[in-house]
């Protein structure tokens, strides 16, 4: 096989075997064939992780093949899904059923199984990351078996497989809590960084979602808050264009100059407002520790 590389192109590999199946049974009969050769068997999703997990020298297994939704149950606000289904694809999907995930990471070219897999989390002090709003998995077991697990059957394997790095089996099917489809409110500025950290408890406590990006060389932020916006089209089946309204803040046109102009404010449906499209490859460390500690970390690397 030629080389494998993520995304970014800073992980590569080139294993024995490279495979792609499209429907469940394959994914079982390649992990048992595996198995029974003395082969290890790896997957990886879109290749958006900036780690060498997924790379393997035996069997990559990509799930490219075995997307889409099993099943809907819109009253639960519920939905089981397939692996390989990137959670771009997956927005539209739940939007024609009036459903859609109470929150999403940075970007949503991620396979489902690889943002639950992984911890991938968005903003907001009151919303968990992806694998929170997990109430089922469907795992395919170093011997091939199928092995189902939930709150309610299995409770320890499902707690630990929904941030498991595959260490328990192959993710086949994950089954989502998910929400009434909802519009978002999108403001994004820029401002001195200074200012942005003496208002950062202010911009927490006043939004749902806030975030900033620094720019050490102009040392500016790039601030984003995101909010339910009020109202909404009936026909909540139909994906709108997105309503920009021109906002622009005043005394940053060196910024502007610099950096180009910004989107201002828009409203739209959550699966396309909380996702920012990310065209410069990069590579990523991410490091967690108490919200309160933030600042003051920040100002250390500052």
Wanted: proline residues 5%; aromatic residues 6%; contains cysteine.
């Amino acid at each position: 096989m030629p080389e494998w590389s993520n995304w970014s192109g800073s992980v590569t590999g080139a294993p024995v075997r490279y495979l792609s199946p499209s429907s469940e049974g394959e994914l079982q009969a390649l992990v048992r064939e595996a198995g029974q050769a003395g082969l290890r068997v790896r997957a990886h999703g879109t290749g958006h992780s900036f780690t060498p997990i997924a790379v393997g020298d035996d069997v990559l297994v990509s799930l490219e093949q075995w997307t889409g939704l099993e099943t809907v149950d819109r009253e639960r606000g519920r939905a089981t899904v397939r692996a390989g289904t990137t959670l771009h694809e997956l927005g539209a999907l739940l939007l024609g059923h009036g459903l859609a995930m109470e929150n999403l990471g940075d970007v949503d070219v991620q396979t489902l199984a690889g943002a639950v897999s992984t911890g991938t989390h968005g903003t907001g002090p009151t919303f968990g990351n992806i694998s929170s709003q997990v109430t089922a998995l469907r795992l395919v077991t170093a011997d091939g078996a199928l092995l189902e697990c939930s709150a309610e059957q299995d409770e320890e394997t499902y707690l630990a497989a929904r941030v498991s790095l595959g260490m328990l089996g192959m993710i086949s099917a994950i089954t989502l809590r998910l929400l009434p489809a909802f519009r978002l409110h999108e403001r994004v500025w820029r401002a001195p960084i200074d200012e942005t950290m003496d208002k950062l408890d202010q911009h927490i406590d006043m939004n749902e979602h806030f975030e900033f990006f620094w720019y050490p060389s102009l040392d500016a932020a790039e601030c984003k808050t995101l909010n339910t916006a009020v109202g909404g089209p009936e026909d909540i089946g139909k994906l709108e264009p997105v309503t920009v309204l021109a906002s622009r803040t005043t005394g940053m046109a060196a910024l502007a100059e610099n950096l180009g102009d910004l989107p201002g404010e828009r409203v739209g449906w959550s699966a396309g407002i909380i996702p920012s499209v990310r065209t410069r490859k990069f590579n990523e460390m991410e490091y967690a520790l108490p919200a309160g500690e933030g600042p003051a970390c920040f100002q250390r690397v500052r």
